[in-house]
């Protein structure tokens, strides 16, 4: 199997090498035209800016806890994303292309797909720092574009977080109307109950009742029900607001990111520990004591002027759910009212303060040496690909005349028997005849090459006096910036 | 007839010193044991004394000892001593065959080798003998005076006998197919079980007179140029030999790779 493989690349490579002259000729075009191409690349220049997106401006500090934060605002990946949207970019496109405005809408897209895939945004860690590059072979043409998507960003970065707290708003405005609604009706029903049994009227509010088991003017119920009735409501603790404070905040983040948000997770696992703390805390609390044995029997008394007033516990728990249901409205209600008022001091301060958030720290600047293209490995690549197509011509031709390298070859497609082999002596051929017929070509492929080479040189001279001017107009340009300041 | 001769002009000497001033082209014609003064051909084949190329030649003369001695078993109709060097295209170097397998068989004990030039487009094996310009072939064929020793020149080299192409005739192909020339065939294979009778052909794509010789000829011997000779020419050499001068198989053609390199050669005879 090596073997015969072996041979095979044995007899390829002597096939190829009968044509040598063919792979030199076409290596030797493709070279050249792959040189004259990589040399009339025109210089690529890369414009860039950056902004810090300050999250420590003096009025977040003074707003600190009372307005909303955004921590995504700075992160690069966010900024890519929510930037370099065709609803961002088709402004540029519409801004810095004369012809955007015949553009029907592919080729709007395709323009938008181009400038997005140019456009490169880096973040410098968790500094707030954030540069635009984009690559271009017209320098002005970079800057403005990188101009345009800078006040892009900032515009857009204000109008967006102006937005999200507008719907945030919005929201809990919702919210608030609906708690509203359903704590009017929770006092209706306590007015109601209230009407019905007044003897609740005297029950100490959201206080653990006092249980006694005397005898004097009691209600016998079953221990069951009783155990259902001196079930003590939620006292409304600093945990509970917590744990009110924690789903407002999901509830608002919600609105804007996903569940698996990293921010949302954060504050579902604070909303489970403040829970949890929250449970401690009510079973810690002191309960009411109740008698035990299934047979044994209670009486709630309650003291009414003088006297006691027995009630009867079912009355009790229902009375006690409806206080239960009115303070945790009341308290998701306040709650809710805060984050509103939060809201509009959020908007207020983007109003006051969006665009200080945003400091530009470097102008869109396009410095005078191009990044590009990288002519030495193109150079590279194309020698290669001269390479690989000079084979392929030889190969192409090889196959195409279909001569024989090998006896082996020559009896497998004949079926007759080679009895022999004849070495090749070049004082058996006079020779004349191919030398000859080789004069035409070599000197072809000698002219070729020289006058390749002159082009060449031609553009690499071409090249480097281009490039000269670039840095002359550059330094110009500074001299006079310098003067005018 | 002039084709039952089976005496071939043979020189007075075999004078070592006559020969290589013979080969040198110094020497132009020697006396022959019939008195008369006639052309030598010089026979030049550089390297053939190289061991490897000597062995080469040798190998593909015992393949065609073989093959004669089997289609004489056989009783073939066209005689197996008579070789028919021939390739599909031009210059893939058939005279340098015919030289070689001459001066190869030149080494057998009682062997006769006669070769004719048949190539009448590029009659090279006449000239590389300095036989350019002489009684040939064609002139053999189409003048019923002119006797075989007119034709059959000694050369340089003993036991090996030229006969070259001869002046230019438009019917050369009609010539070569008659029997004029199946009869010289005969004659030169008179006298001997070695008389070796090697035609040095044009190309069968290029000389229609290639393919009358084939229907003389007892082996068809196909030169095949390395990274030369091109499939497509090869097909339609043989297709033409099959239509016209009978079935083209494996015992009537053998094949020889000619211009490879000493590494493809089965002979490994390391070079002087």
Redesign the interface.
Known sequence: MITQLLNLIYDEGQRLWYYRWTFVMAATVVLCGAALYVLQLPDVYDAWAQVLVNKDTTLAAATQGVALAHPDDGNAVVVQKTLLSDQNLTPVIRQLDPAAATMNDAAMARAVARLKSRIHITSDGDDGFIEFHYADTDPVHARNVVRAVLNAFISGSVDRNKKALDDTATFLDQQIASYQTMLSDSQSKLTDFRKQHPGVSLLPNAAPLPLDTGDMGTTTITAPAAARAVAAPPAATASSERVAQLQAQIANLRTQYTDNYPDVVTARRQLEIAQAERSRELANAPAPTIASGPTQRRVVRVRRGPGFVAIAPDIQAQWQDLQRNDEVLHLNYEQLVARREATRMSLAMYSADGSNKYQVTRTPVVPPSPIGPNRGLYLVLGFLAAGAAGLGAAYLRGAMNGVFVSPRELEEAFRLPVIGTVSWEPAWDNGETRRVSRVPMIAGASLAVVLVLASVMAASISDVGRFGSTVLTNVASMLNQTRDR | MHAKSPFLPTLVGTDPAAVSAANGGQVEKLETRGGELKTIGAVR???FD?S??RE??R??KR??MTRIQAGRRRNDRNDPRTILVTSASP?D?KT??SI?LAMSFMFERDCRVVLIDTDMRNPDLSRRMHLDGELGLLDFLENDEIEINDIVYPTSVRGVYAVPAGGPRVAAPELIASDRMRDLLNALHAGGEKHIVIVDSGSILSCSETVSLASHAGQIL?V?A???????D??EG?GILHRQSGP?D?TR??????????S???VRYSRR
């Open positions: 084949t550089p390297h190289d490897q190329t080469e030649f190998a593909i393949h065609l210059r170097g340098t065959v070689g196909l095949a390395k990274g030369q000779t091109k499939r497509a090869i097909d043989l083209i494996e053609v053998v094949v020889v790779m000619n211009k490879t390199d000493h493809q050669s089965p």
